[in-house]
């Protein structure tokens, strides 16, 4: 994580600008914001607009807004953090108090999206046929050695065939 400003006060108040440049940042930037913390970030905002004549038209800006933190979710698949919350800065598109969520990524490009399909697929499939999904996360000790079986692993309720040993049915020919 790149540390871009700091102003600390002797109180442990103060501020300071993170640029995550890692998975394992984002898990960082997860456990040092707490709800009540403000957040500021660029964004995407869709805002409605009117013209003269009465038409209402809609399009999509890009806006910093400062939030006061409410809720924090971390999705360890997409290495993403969404920080759900109240503007406490008004600008030319968003008033204050108005709700708004900003997901904070990597500075780099949701991951590789067919593999991302194909576990969610996988996962609704499971969930489909009555089993229960567990998701570990790779930035724990537990999904780094999952990661290096396979980064899948199931629990079955049967008995399935020892694949490294092959069956030999020739025996029963023999007599």
Same mark, same amino acid.
């Given at each position: 994580?790149? +540390? ?25 930037? =997860? ?11 660029? #964004? ?19 806006? #910093? ?8 979710? $971390? ?21 204050? %108090? ?20 194909? =576990? ?15 998701? $570990? ?5 537990? %999904? ?6 396979? %980064?899948?692993?199931?629990? +079955?309720? $049967? ?17």
């Amino acid at each position: 994580m790149k +540390l871009l400003h700091k102003d600390i006060e002797k109180d442990n108040a103060g501020q300071v600008t993170l640029m995550p440049e890692e998975a394992e940042d984002m898990w960082h930037t =997860y456990n040092l914001l707490q709800v009540g913390d403000s957040l500021r970030a660029s #964004t995407i905002r869709k805002v409605q607009t009117e013209s003269s004549t009465g038409s209402v038209g809609s399009s999509r800006v890009r806006t #910093t807004l400062t939030l006061c933190v409410e809720t924090i979710d $971390f999705d360890s698949q997409a290495c993403q953090l969404r920080v759900k919350g109240t503007n406490i800065e008004e600008n030319q598109y968003v008033k204050m %108090g108005a709700y708004h969520t900003i997901e904070l990524e990597l500075n780099r490009k949701h991951q590789d999206v067919p593999t991302r399909s194909r =576990y969610v697929r996988l996962v609704d499939n499971v969930r489909d046929n009555g089993g229960n999904v567990r998701i $570990f996360s790779s930035l724990h000790v537990s %999904g780094e050695q999952l990661t290096q079986l396979s %980064g899948v692993a199931a629990i +079955l309720r $049967f008995p399935i065939a020892d694949l490294s040993e092959p069956e030999d049915d020739s025996s029963s020919d023999s007599d």
